[in-house]
């Protein structure tokens, strides 16, 4: 097996109904970052591993995301899209993927924007080595409000190997967390297939595949790829990720295509979307 049948998989079907009003109109995966859609940043990022071939998983206005994104040329890949019908978590959404996936993928859940670094490491370690059936991306966090928001990954002896996942841990004991990208073999689809819906929350958690995988002897990998994950769940996550990337663009402003804009207007770190009208002589 070679890189070259490394496929993309993006999860983004959530409802998003923590994000209205946003949401009543666009689903989080495609809401602006830099005037970009959230998806369009993560497609870019498998590029750079060499993907080509993306399955998207489809939910809460999906045909938005699919007229948004196309066929996939534009970003020199090719795109198939698959509903998930029922929202019951991230390894259900995953699990409606099983009769159209045949290589290992790389996995993004499509509300978070994740700025990486040697995303190809990663792939790397998963290819090169002869006994992982998988490789989660992981932070060093010690933020523990952030690890009880995500889920705490507990490592064997060897520092190298996964012992144990928790989701949404009540108690912390160590300061790896892990941050919703995954590279996964097609021994995952076992695992779900016996994975039970969570008392939690009454979903079918990848974390519990994850552990599953591991119980079964399976070899679950990490790389700390993860320079910063920011989760859209809040209205202000979207403001407080524009600002961020803004930042470190070393920008105070972007103003998108097709604005009008008051002769007087004042614009102070702050985006700009497309075809925005601005008539008065404001300071935004």
């Known amino acids: ?71 996939g040329k534009e970003f020199g890949v090719t795109l198939h899209y698959v509903d998930q019908d029922e929202t019951l978590g991230i390894a259900h959404a995953l699990g409606k993927l099983e009769p159209h996936i045949k290589f290992p993928f790389l996995l993004f859940l499509g509300d978070i924007f994740f700025d990486t670094q040697n995303l190809r490491g990663m792939v790397d370690l998963f290819f090169e080595s002869v006994n992982l059936n998988a490789v989660l991306a992981v932070k060093k966090e010690h933020d523990e409000e952030a690890i009880k928001r995500n889920f705490a990954v507990i490592l064997n002896e060897n520092d190298e190997t996964v012992r144990r996942v928790i989701e949404k841990p009540r108690y912390v ?11 996964f073999d097609l021994q995952i689809f076992d695992a779900i297939r016996r994975t ?17 995988l591991i119980d079964h002897e399976c070899q679950v990998g990490i790389s700390d790829v993860i320079k910063e994950d920011l989760n859209l769940t809040y209205p202000r996550d979207l403001w407080s990720c524009n600002l961020k990337q803004l930042d470190k663009l070393g920008q105070n402003e972007m103003i998108g295509k097709n604005v009008q804009m008051h002769p007087q207007a ?19």
């Open 196 to 212: 039970p819906r969570t008392a939690m929350r009454d979903e079918y958690e990848i974390t519990e595949s994850i552990q599953i």
């Open 266 to 284: 004042v614009i102070e770190r702050s985006i700009i979307g497309d075809n925005v009208f601005i008539k008065d002589p404001l300071t935004i």
């Open 1 to 71: 097996m070679s890189i070259s049948n490394l496929l993309g998989v993006i999860l983004a079907g959530g409802k998003g109904t923590r994000m209205l009003p946003f949401s009543t109109q666009y689903p989080k995966p495609i809401l602006p970052i830099l005037n970009r859609p959230l998806l369009v940043h993560q497609i870019e990022q498998m590029v750079t591993v060499g993907i080509n071939e993306i399955y998207i998983v489809l939910g809460h206005l999906g045909f938005e995301i699919a007229k948004e994104l196309g066929d």
């Open 173 to 183: 004991s160590n300061s790896i967390k892990g941050c919703g990208l995954y590279l």
